[in-house]
Structure formats: C-alpha cells, structure tokens
C-alpha cells in the first residue's frame, strides 16, 4: 500500500469515526480499551482458548444458518432434508462437516477453557461472575449438542434420544412430567423434533447470546486473570503485553489456526472419526430394533458410563436417581467453586479444592475411556 | 535502508492482503453455491396419468381442473365441442394460475386480466406468450398426458 493511498485510508477511516463519536461519544471507551493488556507468564496461552471457543461458536451461528436454509424439521421431511442437504446440494456435504466438526471442537474447547480457569484459580473473586456465567455457557454448548443431535432423526439420533430424555424421566417428582414437556408426548416422535428444533434455532441461541455477553463484558472489565503467585509480586517484575493491537494479532493468527484445521478435519473426514462419527445412516424406525451399540455423543459419555455402572439400588435409592442426584450435587459444587474456594485470593493454595478438581478430570476421562472399551 | 524497509513493508502488506482475500473467497464460494438452490429436489415427469378421468372434470363448474405435472402446474378443460385439452396452468405474465371460463371460451388469468384462446395463444392483456401445450391421450377411462417433444 503506497504512502499517499494509505493516507486516504486513514482520513476516511478518521472521518467515520468521527461520525460515530460525535453521536455516541465513543472516545472515553476506545481510550479504555486502549489500555487493555494480558499479563505474560508461564500460562499466557492458556488466555486464547475462551477466544478459540467463541470463534467457533460463531462458524457454528454461520453454518448453522446455511443449514436452515433446507433443513425442514418433522418426521417425514427431517430425514430426507438432510440426505438432500449432503447429497444434492453443492457444499453441502461441506456445510454440514463444518457444522458437525466446529460443534465437537467448540464443546472440546469450551471443557479445556473451564479446566485451565479452574486450575489456575482465575474463577476467583472479583472474577466469579464470569465463571457462573461461563459454567452456564457450556451447559448451553452440551443443550446445543444434545438437541442438534436429533434433528437428522436418523436411528442413531432417535435411540440416542430417547435413553437420553428417559434419564429426564428418573428425575424424582417431576420427572414424568418433565419426560413428557421435553419429549412433546410420552414417546420420541416427530412432535420431539419440533421442541428441539425450537430449542436449537430460538431459544438456546438468545438465551447464549445473553450470557454471553455478560461472559465478554466481564472479562472485558475485568481484564484477564493474573496468576495467583502475582499477589506478592513487585510491579516491576510483572510483564504485560498491550491487548490493541498486539495480543489481537495474536488472537487472528490462533483463529486461523483453528479455521484451517477444522476446513481440514471437515474435507478430509466429512463424516467425522472415530468417537466423534455422525453418519447418516438409516432414517429413525419407531417400531425398530436399536443398533447394537448405541452411544451418547462423547461429551455425555462418562455420564452414560457412569449411570450404567451404578447398581441397581444403592441404599434405598435406585441407581439411577442416586447417579442424577450425584452429578447434581458434584455439579453444583463444582459450579460453587469461587465461594468454596478462600484460600487463592490471599494467594495460597487451596489443595482441596484443587484435589477435587483433579479427582473430577480423572473420573471424567477414566468413565469416557471405559465407556469406548466397554461394548 | 528506508527503501529496502518499505519494500519489505509493501511485500508483507500484499502477503497479508492477498491471503485474507483468499481465505474469504475460499469460505465465501462454498457459502454461496451452498444457498444457490439446487435445480431441483424433484425428478421432472414428462408423462402422467391423471389421477382423475372425464367425469370429475365435467363436474367442475369451470369443466376444468389443475393438476401437478412433476414440477409444473397443469390445467386440463373440456371444450364445448367435447375435447379434451392441457396446458401449463401458470400464467406467462407473472406466475398466477390461470382458469378455465367456458363462458367466454377462454383461459383466463384473473391476476391481471390475461386471456389465453383455447390452444393457448395469448390473445389479449398482460401475457408475453403463449402457455404450453400438453398432448392429451384418453385410453378407456385414463387420460395421459405428455409435454410435446420440442
């Protein structure tokens, strides 16, 4: 770009600027963001993964919306939407990978961002809000899956639906109520696409957009997390980086990244590998026989896995309303966790806090890995 | 010195520039043909055998009755001398249904006032051109219909 040309560029530019200030007085906010920085430290990496997340979950609103274009929800025209969808038209197939693929990746990057906040304490006060609002962000993301799921109501999706709303139903009181609100009857049928549709399209995406927003305008308030040990620190041993335009350059480049392996994950395995597979397949048969192996999708697995271990009865409880009432109860701890935690704010190290953590991700990933070897 | 700097400076710029570009357009394409409607879900039928006969048409007040023709709407009618006709129901001007008016013997397009003779010539109003005509087959009690070859 020559001297003289950007020069124009920058007038222009300056000229709608000023346009806006003028009505919105903008001026005081882009001084402030301006001085926006990222503390530099052993763990600095760990601030792209929220960014990573959100970048997918905006190639899924995008993707998501060239898929509504002929999608067509209800049992006779589901099925057949998206066999035409990947069959006749043209990037189809390549739509429909995207959507799939970034949907994983996003959910994938959503646990990691929560498990490297956890571990490194950034949910601590004054950061709580953005940790609440991030827990809810993720059950949206694991909603999302769940009701995206259905909508090719291929036999996969059909089965796998209904063992997954019939949990819904082991809830106490409530739980046949429940079963029938989410199912839009007692059974899965094509009223149960309609609901998830609904949810899929409308509802999960404003009440995501919501949180959001205050997800972002909290960290964008609050900066970024220091790491504990900072407490102590004298400010001149503390590095930071400018967040305009340096750590935003950083940011583009990761997200590049990202769009390249998943245009490759997309081309190269339109169908997914693997634990992470969504053929098609044959179109859901209410009065057929469940394939052999149904499984969840692997971010519900060490659920699955879990519930299906449980005996029977566990004191005088059944198994299966003692395992919801556990994830309930671990889940709220672990959702708690800013107020439980006391300790990292006056820079210590809360050990059992922290051995809970440790105990959740291995029983996560021991119950996934036995939910794939067990068949 | 400030020289070799800009050059490297204008080499980066172009680099950048010419690969955001790329990068959108190679999203951009796929997006685009993806909305670009395939020609069509349903097969194009040539021939059919209309799921209803001469009695149901002489029960039409209008002794005429719409059917679907693969992807295209189709008008048959009967003429006072007793024939049997087909054309394409949508009218040539904007896309509205034309309608059989024995009382004028004509097809009419009540949209716009457009008038087709019965051989499907545009004789008065708004339309550009003719509808096409469908040769009409009677076998007993079945009617067939074909798209003239072309």
Known sequence: MSA???????????????????????????EYMSHKVVPLHSHSIFYYLGGITLFLFLIQVASGILLLMYYRPGADSAYESVRFIISEVE????????????????????FIHMFTVFFTKAYRAPRELTWFSGIGLLALCMTFGFSGYLLPWNELAFFATRVGTGMAGAVPVIGEQLLIVMRGGEGVTGATIGRFFGLHVAILPAAFTVLLTIHLAAVQRQGMSEPVDWVN??????????????????DALVWLIVLNILALLAVIFPDGIGVVHWPLGEKADLFGVPPAVIRPEWYFMF???????????????EGELFGIIAFSVGG????????????????????????????VVIFILAMTIVGYLVE | MAKKDSSRRDFISWFLGGGTLATLGAIAYPAMRFINPPESGEANVSQLKLPFGRPEIQAEPSNGKTFKFGRDLGIIVLTEAGDLRAFAATCTHLDCTVQHRPDLGILWCSCHNGRYDLDGGNISGPPPRPLEKYVVNEVGDDIFIKKEEV
């Open chain 1, 303 to 317: 659920a699955f896995q879990a519930l299906k271990m449980l005996p029977a009865h566990v004191w005088f409880l």
């Open chain 1, 91 to 110: 990037f189809g197939w390549l739509v429909r990978a995207i959507h799939s693929w970034s949907a994983n990746l996003m959910v994938f990057g959503a």
């Open chain 1, 233 to 250: 620190k004298p400010e001149s041993e503390k590095k930071y980086m400018k967040f305009f335009p340096h750590f935003i350059y950083r």
């Open chain 1, 4 to 30: 003289s040309n950007s020069g124009k560029d920058e007038s222009l530019i300056s000229k709608g600027y000023d346009w806006i200030d003028s009505r919105f007085k903008i001026d005081a906010l882009v």
């Open chain 1, 332 to 359: 709220l701890l672990w959702a708690m966790v800013p107020f439980l935690d006391r300790k990292s704010v006056k820079g210590k190290e809360p050990k059992l806090v922290m051995a809970f953590g440790v105990f």
